[in-house]
């Protein structure tokens, strides 16, 4: 995201662009999707900086420097512009990054489970190829469960299920 979509207080853009490559190296996002929910999660965290540079700059208008600022009446109102800014910032960032996570999961899920070939036939409707808000593991499960269903109805050994499709094991009987 463009430095002109945030409010950068002069002396604050190199950390500004610290910040914004340190959280693209940890998040390592992809195009798209991904991208908005960096770019939230950008401003989450710069607005949490700017909440704790104008806690600093509010004791810094202080006369008397021996009082914490949240015991001085005359900043209540400052005070409490800051704290919301902050808590509605925590909560962006926390589901942000939450949803990001599902996204790379997701995306990351459907390349283990069906790796592209690049010589195959009907490559673009393979499950990678979908949009990652799709949720595959239902789909998968559900197309099992339909499947299961017809074969059922056509003989008597059901389908298996999508652990075992695809070689991994069952949680249930590991635990």
């Not at 509605?88 to 589901?95: F, G, K, P």
């Amino acid at each position: 995201m463009e430095r002109q979509k945030f409010l950068i207080l002069p002396g604050d853009e190199q950390h500004f662009d610290e910040m914004q490559a340190a959280w693209r190296k940890s998040l390592a996002p992809q195009p798209g999707a991904e991208t908005v929910l960096f770019n939230q999660v950008l401003l989450a965290s710069w607005n949490l900086h700017r909440c704790a540079v104008a806690e600093v700059q509010l004791y810094q208008t202080q006369t008397d420097k021996t009082v914490d600022p949240l015991l001085n009446d005359s900043h209540e109102k400052t005070y409490r512009r800051v704290r919301r800014l902050e808590r509605s910032s925590r909560q962006a960032l926390d589901q942000a990054m939450r949803q990001l996570a599902r996204i790379q999961t997701e995306v990351r899920y459907r390349l283990q489970a069906f790796p592209p070939v690049v010589k195959e036939k009907g490559l673009n409707q393979m499950p990678h190829t979908f949009s990652v808000l799709i949720d595959l593991a239902k789909v998968v499960d559900g197309g099992l469960k339909t499947a299961q269903t017809i074969k059922t109805a056509a003989a008597p050994n059901p389908m298996p299920n999508l652990a075992t499709l695809l070689h991994l094991p069952n949680p249930a009987q590991a635990a």
